[in-house]
């Protein structure tokens, strides 16, 4: 009896001492363990007369209830400590500032691209894509440029070796007027589209890459003419450049695709070095810079297209987003553009927090 009592005050000493999960499993085992005392003492009640079995059973079970308890307690204690530990351990403080400077940035162009699409989808625009890998009907044919035409010439195709199952040239898009054809024959008329994207070229100098991006403009409706284009065109400079002495210049030009066509000028300055849009072109100290080509959709595109050119009209065009990017940011040399130097990206790149939006103002730089 005495021996039980003190066996079990002995055992809920141990227990309460226990500094972790391993001693006291130890505990557990040398009391309510198959081997352990307690374990071993019930079984020896089997042997016993009745009477002996009353009064040794309930010391017995006494102890086990109460060395059961104690261990359930330190144990859940152990637990609540180790998560406590382990919460204290990998606290993270959002408050704190970072510790490395963020990196990676908004390319230039990747900006300009969206600040194009927010400015076009306030003027009623969609954003259109087609594929980078063409075929010469859509790049071409579709658009006024057969075969024989010199103005295919012009393009410097990359082509691929292979044909498509049909027959056709494959190549890299030379621009991105294929989308015109594409949009026209998905949706029909009427349409307002936007369509910025890569394309291809065999060129390259200061102001020229053999990749590139342009943005297509697309709007077919009845009665559009001329003067929709230059006000859709002026009406996105001012947005763009954030400038309202934007002044553009649309000099008689020739593309297959647009009757008439004509290629957009606008108007900058020097200043330091650096090109500054704004003014007019013929002002002291000013001059033109080409950023596109345009015109009214070729009656001959819109049959191609599917479209009866006795009942829609439109006007096209197509803008180096490159160009107006430099125009916009200060870069003088397209090439440093595609040559991956984290330099410049640092220098000229923008915050992934920058979203361009007409309320906050699309140019703004975080
Ligand atoms: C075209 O590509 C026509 N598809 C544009 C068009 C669309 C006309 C719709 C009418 C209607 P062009 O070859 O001129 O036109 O190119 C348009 C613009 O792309 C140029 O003004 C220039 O800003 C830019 N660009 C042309 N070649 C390069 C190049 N190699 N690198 C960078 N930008 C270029």
Same mark, same amino acid.
């Given at each position: 009896m005495t021996d039980i009592t003190s066996q079990t005050e002995a055992a809920l000493a141990a227990i309460a001492a226990a500094s972790d999960l391993d001693a006291l499993e130890a505990e557990r085992l040398e009391t309510l363990g198959k081997k352990g005392w307690v374990s071993l003492a019930l079984k020896t009640l089997g042997g016993m007369s009745?009477? +002996?079995?009353n009064a040794a059973a309930p010391a017995i079970q006494s102890a086990r209830a109460s060395i059961s308890e104690a261990l359930d307690a330190r144990k859940a204690a152990l637990e609540a400590a180790a998560l406590e530990e382990q919460l204290a351990r990998e606290t993270i403080d959002l408050t704190l500032p970072a510790q490395a400077a963020p990196r990676g940035s908004v390319h230039p162009v990747s900006q300009v691209m969206d600040e194009l699409a +927010?400015? !076009?989808?306030? *003027? @009623?625009?969609?954003?259109? /894509? @087609?594929? +980078?890998?063409?075929?010469?009907?859509? &790049? !071409?044919?579709? *658009? &006024?440029?057969? +075969? /024989?035409?010199?103005?295919?010439?012009?393009h410097d195709t990359f082509y691929f070796a292979d044909k498509t199952t049909d027959g056709k040239d494959v190549l890299l898009r030379t621009h991105t007027s294929p989308v015109q054809i594409r949009a026209m024959l998905d949706q029909g008329a009427p349409i307002r589209i936007i369509a910025p994207g890569r394309v291809y070229r065999s060129d390259s100098d200061a102001t020229h890459t053999p990749m590139f991006h342009q943005v297509e403009g697309l709007v077919i409706d009845r009665d559009i003419h001329l003067g929709h284009l230059k006000w859709t065109l002026e009406t996105f400079f001012k947005a763009f450049f954030e400038r309202e002495d934007i002044v553009l210049r649309l000099r008689p030009s020739y593309f297959p695709f647009t009757e008439p066509s004509v290629e957009v000028d606008v108007g900058y300055s020097n200043e330091g070095g650096r090109r500054v849009v704004g003014g007019h072109g013929d002002a002291p100290g000013h001059a033109w810079m080409e950023i596109g080509g345009s015109g009214m959709v070729n009656a001959r595109v819109l049959e191609f297209a599917g479209l009866d050119p006795a009942a829609w009209q439109g006007f096209a065009f197509g803008l180096g987003i490159d160009r107006i990017a430099m125009l916009k940011y200060g870069m003088n040399d397209l090439r440093a553009f595609f040559d991956g130097d984290g330099r410049w990206l640092a220098h000229y790149g923008f915050s992934p927090f920058d979203q361009p939006t007409l309320s906050a103002g699309v140019g703004a730089r975080a």
């Open positions: 009745p009477e +002996e079995r +927010e400015i !076009f989808a306030d *003027l @009623g625009f969609a954003v259109a /894509t @087609g594929p +980078e890998i063409e075929d010469d009907w859509h &790049n !071409f044919t579709a *658009l &006024n440029m057969d +075969e /024989t035409h010199p103005a295919r010439a012009m």
